[in-house]
């Protein structure tokens, strides 16, 4: 069966982004860290308070407020990183050995398609045959049967 070029695209284009989908997991636990550590008490203000009983101000309750929010979203938008990088990872775990070779190598680590077969010991035909049949796999797991054009199948 033969893979439809939209399916092929986003296939290489998920691929191409597995570095930047690190990176905002990454990003995303900075950002929860830092709201952390960033949690607003320091905007509590006594001085208005001449009991100091202790009361909250507005900039408090607005900082706490909008923390939570951030971490709900935060932790939200990490949640759906996560499982999009563990779904990435398992189809290409499902790959045969070299298939899954051609991938790391030539989309995830970004070296030339001459490299990946300079590393394999393989000529560059045979690299290409990894990579179209890995692709093939791919979509294959992502997006099923939709992602081919049917045989047609002729009549005697």
Request: glycine share 6%.
């Amino acid at each position: 069966m033969k893979l439809k070029k939209e399916y092929k695209e986003s296939i290489i284009s998920t691929l191409k982004c597995y570095n930047l989908l690190l990176a905002h997991i990454d990003e995303l636990k900075k950002q929860l860290g830092e709201i952390f550590m960033n949690d607003g008490v320091s905007a509590i203000d006594y001085s208005s308070d001449g009991i100091k009983t202790g009361n909250i101000n507005k900039l408090v309750d607005n900082t706490a407020l909008k923390n939570i929010d951030d971490v709900e979203r935060i932790k939200s938008e990490l949640e759906v990183a996560k499982s999009k990088l563990n779904r990435l990872d398992s189809a290409i775990g499902s790959l045969d050995m070299n298939e899954r070779q051609v991938i790391i190598l030539g989309y995830l680590n970004g070296y030339q398609w001459q490299e990946v077969a300079h590393n394999m010991n393989y000529t560059d035909r045979m690299i290409r045959n990894y990579k179209t049949s890995a692709i093939n796999k791919l979509a294959y797991i992502f997006y099923g049967e939709r992602s081919f054009y049917e045989e047609s199948k002729k009549v005697i």
